[in-house]
């Protein structure tokens, strides 16, 4: 699973485990696969998020962090 690192606009940050990243029209979602579904496991308003990074494992152990495109957004706002 990879490691995300979101960025936030007021300069926080937090890094969360997830299969893959999507958006909406409002909302950027991470989601893991579980028992054939899709679960989310952090959403956050776009309008407060800077960036995002995935995390890469170099060869010689250390870390890299690379920014990340955030996806289109897909279908409409989600509803729950």
Known sequence: MAH???QFKD?????LRAMRVRTDAHSLY???R???DWREVFSNPLEEV???QRRFTENNGTWTWHQERLPAPVGG???Q
């Open 4 to 6: 995300y690192r979101v």
């Open 11 to 15: 300069g926080s940050s937090q890094t």
């Open 30 to 32: 991470l989601e893991e």
């Open 34 to 36: 579980a028992a054939g």
């Open 50 to 52: 800077e960036r995002i």
């Open 77 to 79: 706002s989600r509803t």
